[in-house]
């Protein structure tokens, strides 16, 4: 898996960027990559998580800020 191939992260919606990470997390598992191979996918795994964690901050924020102040 070439990251160069792959979408840009800030242009993937929350939902394909979690599909992509489970993806990466189950080539992974499977094992049988060369090590620059799992290298690769771990380094996309990990952006990938961070923009699952952006995405997921940020509607924390808008909730946030929806809610009423008590």
Same mark, same amino acid.
């Given at each position: 898996m =070439?990251?160069?191939? =792959?979408?840009?992260?800030s242009a993937l919606s929350y939902e394909q960027a979690r599909e992509e990470l489970v993806a990466v997390v189950s080539k992974l598992e499977a094992g049988g990559a060369s090590l620059e191979e799992s290298l690769a996918l771990w380094e996309r795994g990990e952006a990938l998580a961070k923009r699952c964690e952006e995405w997921l901050e940020g509607a924390r924020r808008r909730l946030a800020e929806a809610r009423p102040e008590e």
């Open positions: =070439s990251t160069e191939a =792959s979408p840009d992260l």
